[in-house]
Nanobody, 124 residues
């Protein structure tokens, strides 16, 4: 099992930036591709960004392209989500998860070991 803990959320004005962190403990972090998802009130959890085990490949939702960057430091057991040019519609709880090998990056069902989430609120 892998335990994930997200942090870095908060309240920010539109146009601002935040960097989310997801720290893993337990089994070897570098074995896993990782993903960030978010869930707004009354909505389903949706894919934001994913990254392969080495950090050499990354994947983004259309809403995140050009504004968000996913990265990882395996030596620190950490995956990051740098979010720039934030918009009120980015307001959500953000979760990280480990991806099952060979499954698509874009589906929630491909992931597990979810953390508790971190709240991001963007004011207009």
């Amino acid at each position: 099992q892998v335990q994930l803990v997200e942090s870095g959320g908060g309240l920010v004005q539109a146009g601002g930036s935040l960097r989310l962190s997801c720290v893993a403990s337990g089994r070897t972090f570098s074995n896993y591709a990782m993903g960030w998802f978010r869930q707004a009130p009354g909505k389903e959890r949706e894919f934001v960004a994913g990254i392969n085990w080495s950090g050499g490949s990354s994947y983004y939702a259309d809403s995140a392209k050009g504004r968000f960057t996913i990265s990882r430091v395996n030596a620190e057991n950490t995956v990051y989500l740098q979010m720039n040019s934030l918009k009120p519609e980015d307001t959500a709880v953000y979760y990280c998860g480990t991806k099952t090998p060979w499954d698509t990056y874009y589906s929630e069902s491909s992931y597990g070991n979810w953390g508790q989430g971190t709240q991001v609120t963007v004011s207009s």
